[in-house]
């Protein structure tokens, strides 16, 4: 006898929301998914908590504890975020390690996303049929958890926001920065932190004078500074 599919409400309509309601058509057997955003009545909303036995929160991190006080927190769901800072002992939390762009990945792609559970034992309790690798997170680890996430996932995009561009003037095409950024990953990858080459780890102390007085006009000297200063004792200038 085929097991009942469980129903969940999904509040959102972002690209998250997205993504979940897509990712979730892809399972071998489908949860009911009811959707409510903001443009619909707060008597629906009503309406679909009584139909679910789960919600799924994905709206912005500040919204989601101001949302469930006001809305949510008389309910008997099981109230479940996806915010890899927010902690809050109402509510469970399942952090996808992933980027979402706006287009849909293919299954394969979500299939392999990991998730960081606080509250949960196990996937299942809040993501029904997903098969994903998961782990356990403290709450008091969280705080770190997502600043290393910001850190390793945001500062390599907007250092390349920065190079790009002045690459650009030069003619350098884009297709071979892509080449680049693409191979450092891969090699980092492959060999973490036996990846790394440059001048800081040569210990170049000549090139890394060099580079700084050549990005004294730019938004990067300072970030080259505090990365020599970080990772090796600074040189003498």
Not at 23 to 35: F, K
Not at 152 to 171: A, H, R, V
Not at 174 to 196: C, D, H, P, W
Request: hydrophobic fraction near 40%.
């Amino acid at each position: 006898m085929q097991k009942d599919r469980t129903s969940i409400l999904l509040i959102g309509s972002g690209r998250l929301a997205r993504h979940l309601n897509y990712w979730n058509s892809l399972l071998q057997s489908p949860n009911t998914l009811i959707t409510w955003n903001r443009s619909d009545s707060i008597a629906s909303l009503n309406q679909n908590l009584a139909k679910a036995s789960i919600v799924w929160l994905a709206i912005s991190d500040s919204a989601i504890v101001p949302f469930y006080e006001q809305h949510l927190a008389a309910a008997k769901n099981t109230f479940v975020h996806f915010s890899g800072a927010l902690n809050d002992a109402r509510l469970l939390s399942a952090h996808p390690l992933m980027s979402f762009p706006h287009e849909l990945f293919t299954n394969s792609v979500y299939e392999n996303i990991h998730f960081a559970l606080t509250g949960p034992v196990d996937l299942n309790e809040v993501l029904p049929g997903f098969k994903n690798s998961f782990s356990a997170l403290t709450a008091e680890n969280k705080s770190l958890y997502h600043a290393l996430c910001v850190v390793s996932g945001n500062f390599p995009q907007l250092l390349w926001s920065e190079t790009f561009p002045q690459l650009q003037k030069w003619q350098i095409p884009e297709k071979a920065f892509a080449n680049y950024i693409k191979q450092i990953t891969e090699n980092f990858i492959q060999l973490k932190g036996n990846a790394v080459t440059g001048p800081i780890v040569r210990k170049d102390f000549s090139t890394i004078e060099k580079n700084l007085a050549a990005l004294s006009q730019t938004n990067l000297q300072k970030l080259y500074q505090v990365f020599t200063q970080t990772f090796l004792k600074e040189p003498k200038v």
